[in-house]
């Protein structure tokens, strides 16, 4: 990988570890979600480059899921939530694209 893709990457995990105010506890039946962004960092690469998603991302968009509209919502995380390679990592994961109120 080039010094200037691990840089790019470094300073998007930056940016988004500083925006990671977003936090709400959702309760999903009997399960209770701590929406935290930075939980979904281990997608960020599939998400901004396109490629398999890991283990890791899948079990994290799993745990996350009820959180995405969330992020949608929200003008910071739209742009990742809602590109083309976040369809295709959601899609590669089984979890299906929210239909948010």
């Known amino acids: 990988m ?3 893709t691990l840089a790019c990457i470094a300073f998007v995990v930056v940016v988004v570890s500083s925006l990671a ?9 009997s399960e209770k979600v701590t929406c935290v962004v930075t939980e979904l ?5 599939a998400i901004l480059f396109g490629g398999q998603p890991s283990t890791e991302c899948c079990g994290k968009l799993k745990e996350q899921k009820s959180c995405l509209c969330e992020y949608i919502k929200n003008p910071m995380y739209v742009q990742y939530v809602s590109s083309e ?16 109120p």
């Not at 105010?21 to 039946?29: F, H, I, M, N, W």
């Not at 960092?41 to 690469?45: E, K, N, R």
């Not at 390679?85 to 948010?100: E, I, W």
Request: charge should be positive; hydrophobic fraction near 35%.
């Open 85 to 100: 390679n976040a369809h295709k990592v959601l899609a590669a994961c089984g979890v299906p694209y929210p239909t948010c």
């Open 2 to 4: 080039k010094f200037s």
């Open 21 to 29: 105010p977003t936090k709400a506890s959702l309760v999903s039946g």
């Open 41 to 45: 960092t281990p997608c960020l690469t």
